[in-house]
Each structure stands twice: as C-alpha cells, then as structure tokens.
C-alpha cells in the first residue's frame, strides 16, 4: 500500500470511528466531557471476558482479561520499572503462539501470584497449551494442559496494610467473577489501590482506578477496546484541551500544581523506583500475527502519552498488553488498528480517573471538581 492510500485509509477509519461513537448514547459526564461516550469497553470484543477481585481489607486487587479459547498477544513494557511475568513468551520470535489470560495487579512484585491463580482456573475448565505427552508402561498417552497467563503489576503498598496483597485465591476468584458483561470501572480490581499525581508525596496526591473504552469501526464490525489501571506518578490531562483531570495538587488541595512545569522549573522526581506503573490491554476481533500484535502493543502506548504527563518514567513500570481474538477475518493494515488502539487507551485513562472514588487522604475527581 502507498504511503497516500494508507493516510486516506487511516482517516476514513478514524472518522467512521468517530461517527460511530456519536451514534452511541453518551454516557453523562462532566463539564469537559473527556471520557468517552460509545458506551463500550473491553468485553465488546468477542471472544473476550473480564474480571476482578476487590480486597475488601485494603484498597487493592487484581484484574484478569479472559480469552479461552486463545487469543494472539503482543507486549510493550516503556517503563523503566516493570514488575512482569512471562512477557518474554510474547515475543514475536518465541513458540508459542496463542495466550488464554492476561493478568493485571496490584501488589507489587509479590501481585505476580495471581497468575498461579489464573492457571489453577483455567487448568480446571481445560483450557491451555496442549502439550502431548506419550505413553508411559500401562499408561495410555495423554494430554497436558499449560495455560498461559502474562501478567503484570502496579505498585499499591502504600494504601493501607502492605502484608495484606493479592495473592493466587485473588486470581483464582477474579477469573471466577470473569464475565462479558460490560466493564465495572472506577475503584475495582487492579485499579483498587490506584493513585496518581505523586511527584510530590502521597500526601498530594489523587485516587485514581481502572477505565475501559472502546471504539466500532465502519461496517465492517471491527472493534477495538481497552483497559487500563492508572497509577501513573504524573498528572492526568485531558488531550484536548490540556486541562489536568488528576494530579498532584496544591498545598491547600483546591487545585493542581501541574508535575510537568515543576520538572521545567527544577523539580526533580522524588517518588522510590517501581513505586507507580500504568497497566493496559488493547483488543481486537481483527486477526493479526503476533508481529503485528506487538506493533499495537507499541502504537497504543501513545495514548499513555496523550494523557499521562510525565510519562514512562524511570518510576513507572508502564506496560500495555495487545490482544487479537481473531474472530473477524479481514485484510486491514494494522497501522490503523494501532492508531485507534491508541485513542481507546486514551480514553480509558480518562474513564479510570473520573470514575474513582475518594478514600480517606486521597481525593477523587468528583471531589476535586467540587472545591471551590
């Protein structure tokens, strides 16, 4: 395809999008209205299900994105300071070819437990990497189940008890609540513990949470959607009008002290390494190769830039996870899934921050848009 048939095949794509997404009954908002009106979230792309376990100990848990029957996946970590596992499985170099969930958590490095969880789920349901195994003496040949389950963590010990962490009964029970049902957003699984606008201390900072979003392009059926657990150290802006949603706020908390002009004015970042970390999945129903998967993966991270400022800091283990159910068969470049990868992730970092709700020290946007 030449470079003009691309350009003017990526914006019919973009305005068939967004004509679509005028279709849709808005979802009331606020005096900005920065969150997305489709209506969708991740569930809408077939073959996908979602969901979460909330501690009701402490703010904090685990989000799992079920595709049971395989789904091709592609990774990008941007973050100086990821907490991951099995990440290296989705390069575009390595065997297999398919993964079965992907899982989000809070919990720091000790969250990657989930996973086990996850696994457990799975192995129960049949659903895994079928590896042959012959037969042994008496034993006839039989078959072995792995389930594969890339996961990655947000860092959350600071609200609340520490020692009290996601674990694998959370993954296990996060798959068990795991639905197609849309999205619940706001102050729920991974985004539980979720905070942002911490260049300054906690004691500045906001809640913030999980969003979803998602886009119907054309007629052709293709959907792209998001998730996204913000727990960025920087502030939330809108894109379009550069106004900060959440962030680091004054010392008499009405307002925002804006992380990026303090870093212009000197101020240098003081939060410990791995303390944040943004965490996303992108899906589609179009099928792509797993090359073509990381490339999303990668085109997706721009609508972390549009809306997180700063962003993939040394701080941040900022990583988005990009998957294809395959249920739709069609010849579309995957350039333009990515750019409106990158416009879902977008709005779901918006959604995350406007749905939380406030917790004792840490105001949320509804708060916020209150003071006077």
């Known amino acids: 395809m030449q470079r003009r048939e691309f350009t003017q095949s990526l914006v019919a794509l973009i305005m068939a999008a967004g004509a679509t997404a005028k279709a849709q009954k808005p979802v009331p908002t606020t ?60 390069n575009p170099i390595n065997s297999v070819q398919q993964v079965h969930a992907i899982m989000l958590t809070g919990g720091s490095a000790y969250g990657l437990e989930t996973a086990t969880g996850a696994m457990r789920y799975l192995e129960e349901h049949g ?92 007629a052709n059926e293709i959907v792209v959607a998001a998730l ?48 944040n970390t943004t965490l996303g999945v992108v899906a589609t129903n179009v099928a792509f190769s797993k090359a073509q998967m990381t490339k999303i993966a990668q085109m997706a991270h721009d609508g972390l830039a549009r809306t997180i400022n700063p962003v993939h800091t040394p701080v941040d283990g900022d990583t988005i996870f990009a998957l294809s159910t395959g249920a739709l068969q069609l ?19 918006l959604r995350a921050v406007m749905l939380a709700k406030s917790i004792p020290g840490l105001p949320a946007y509804e708060e916020m848009k209150q003071k006077p």
């Not at 010849?331 to 970092?349: C, L, M, P």
């Open 127 to 218: 659903v895994g990497f079928k590896i042959d195994s012959p037969a042994r003496g008496t034993k006839p040949a039989s078959q072995i189940l792995v389930p594969i389950v890339p996961t990655a963590v947000l860092f959350d010990l600071e609200a609340g008890d520490p020692k009290i962490r996601p674990n694998a009964e959370s993954g296990y029970q996060a798959c068990q609540t795991a639905g197609s049902a849309p999205v619940p957003e706001g102050n729920v699984g991974a985004g539980a513990g979720a905070t942002v606008g911490k260049m300054f201390g906690m004691q500045f900072a906001m809640k913030s949470g999980l969003g979803s979003a998602g886009i119907k392009v054309g």
């Open 331 to 349: 010849n579309v470049n995957h350039g333009h899934v990515g750019a409106i990868a990158a416009e879902v992730i977008s709005q779901a970092v």
């Open 31 to 90: 005096d900005i209205d920065p969150i997305g009106s489709s209506g969708l979230t991740l569930t809408d792309v077939r073959g996908i299900k979602v969901g979460h376990f909330t501690s009701q100990q402490r703010p904090t848990g685990c989000t799992v994105v079920l595709c049971e029957a395989g789904a091709v996946a592609g990774v990008d970590v941007r973050g100086a300071a990821p907490g991951t596992r099995e990440t290296d499985l989705l």
């Open 228 to 275: 996204v657990a913000v727990n960025a150290v920087g502030d939330v802006t809108q894109p379009k009008t550069g106004k900060i949603v959440a962030g680091a706020r004054t010392a008499d908390g009405h307002g925002f002290r804006d992380s990026m002009l303090e870093i212009l004015r000197g101020h240098q970042i003081l939060p410990s390494a791995g303390a």
